[in-house]
């Protein structure tokens, strides 16, 4: 193999797209080709994700004299990047960056915990991912070619959340996500297309009915509605307004992000915003998961809905097993919270029949070599992929690549709208003109 030293890593403190400081790393390698990459940060965190550092969580003893913890309300990364730029520099520089899998070793060891929490998945994601960066950079190659080689040419169909709720937005709606899927279009730049008409068409709806077109932090029209009945018809609307066919175009997708709504002391799922009184006066109402499981089947039936992320709290074997078994054959069902990227618990769900798909999410995990086992393990099981993005995120486009590299077939990164959002959407479109001929663009749904 190759040698390829590693002679410099570097890290700082930047802002993600609400504000709040991430962390960026460079790796440089023969001191010519530096690979940078930044973190993203989520909002409706999973239990079981790898640990984010943020400064107001450092330990006393483990506590710089500067007193960073109250800077940026507590959520500044210092003490993370002073683990990159010492312990984590010291330990990588001169190893060879072409041994993906045992740098990330290497970085799990010297971290020590089994979740990431001494030096911080965010601290060891960056790192992780700059490194291949720069390995790429030295080659000459796209990084979705250095890391998938030959194979990479299927280019994702977009999960696009254009009508947001949930912690994602403060208007109405308790559900997160609403997504469109362009799922019959010939290309990813024609389904990006067809998504962004449907985007623009919701838009002029909204407005027309002197609803609110302010988005939330994935870009998504954050209007207020009576429940997700009312969210699927305004989809509808506006997928024909655009010109196009519910169910033949375009399907629907939803993060409920259940565990968000899960109250552990009552075993039900609680909406505050919505209503069993015809006059909508007196609100919040309780689901049990049965009734859960119903809604969700009332929902398949009436509309094209073809994904459901996320249908129940993330703790619940059992219920997802119950859901999977009753939807499963029809619709996919993607773990997010569930799952958190780790191999461990997505084995749990192959095994059990829970779920039949995974949400990747690289900081859940906060290696790329960790995050791109789980996408294998997932596809040798037969479950489907769908590379994300997070609500708070950088101009950072490495999970389009991933979606390439790893023929994932699926990635949700938001509405198109934000560049934080745009920008893995504008990578893809460079990507797909670079591909050429070879690139693949196909309805995940369909069975052939
Ligand atoms: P998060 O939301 O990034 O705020 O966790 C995204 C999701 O739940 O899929
Ligand atoms: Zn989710």
Redesign the pocket.
């Given at each position: 193999m190759n040698y390829l030293k590693i002679t410099d890593v570097h890290a700082r403190e930047i802002l993600d797209s609400r504000g709040n400081p991430t962390i960026e790393a460079e790796v440089t390698v023969d001191e010519r080709y530096t690979g940078r990459a930044s973190v993203p940060s989520?909002?409706?965190?999973g239990m079981f994700e790898a640990v984010e550092l943020r400064d107001a969580d450092v330990k006393d003893d483990d506590r710089d004299s500067c007193g960073y913890q109250t800077r940026y309300y507590g959520k500044g990364v210092l003490q993370a990047v002073k683990n990159v730029n010492t312990e984590i520099k010291k330990c990588l520089l001169g190893r060879n960056a072409l041994e993906q899998a045992l740098i990330d070793h290497m970085l799990c060891t010297l971290d020590g915990t089994p979740n990431k929490g001494r030096l911080g998945a965010n601290a060891i994601l960056a790192v992780s991912m700059a490194c291949a960066r720069a390995a790429a950079k030295s080659y000459g190659l796209p990084l979705y070619m250095y890391l998938g080689g030959a194979q990479s040419h299927q280019m994702p169909v977009p999960m696009m959340n254009i009508l947001n709720g949930g912690v994602?937005a403060s208007n109405n709606i308790d559900f997160?996500e609403f997504m469109i899927m362009p799922t019959s279009a010939d290309s990813f730049a024609e389904g990006l297309r067809i998504g962004t008409e449907v985007y623009h068409a919701l838009k002029k709806i909204l407005a027309s009915e002197n609803k609110v077109t302010a988005v939330g932090d994935e870009g998504g029209f954050a209007p207020d509605l009576k429940d997700s009945f009312e969210v699927f018809e305004y989809l509808t609307k506006a997928v024909k307004k655009a010109g196009y066919t519910p169910g033949k175009d375009v399907v629907f997708a939803m993060?409920a992000?259940a565990s968000e709504l899960y109250q552990k002391d009552a075993g039900m799922y609680y909406f505050p915003n919505e209503s069993r009184s015809p006059s909508g006066d007196t609100k919040g109402i309780m689901r049990s998961t049965e009734e859960l499981i119903e809604l969700y089947e009332k929902l398949c039936e009436k509309y094209p809905l073809k994904s459901i992320?996320d249908g129940l709290y993330e703790e619940d074997w059992d219920g997802f097993k119950k859901l999977t078994k009753r939807l499963g054959d029809t619709i996919q069902l993607v773990g997010?919270d569930l799952f958190v990227t780790n191999t461990e618990r997505l084995n749990k769900g192959i095994e059990n029949g829970a779920a039949n798909a995974i949400?990747i999410k690289v900081n859940q995990i906060g290696t790329l070599t960790e995050a791109t086992e789980a996408v294998r393990c997932a596809q040798k099981a037969g479950f489907r992929c769908v590379l994300?993005h997070?609500?708070g995120e950088t101009e950072d486009t490495i999970i389009a690549d991933l979606a390439v590299a790893l023929n994932a077939g699926q990635i949700k990164t938001g509405a198109p709208c934000r560049t934080d959002r745009t920008a893995k959407y504008n990578r893809l479109l460079r990507i797909e003109e670079e591909l050429h001929y070879s690139a693949e663009y196909k309805n995940p749904f369909s069975r052939h």
């Open positions: 989520g909002a409706s965190t994602h997160q993060d992000a992320e997010d949400l994300s997070r609500s």
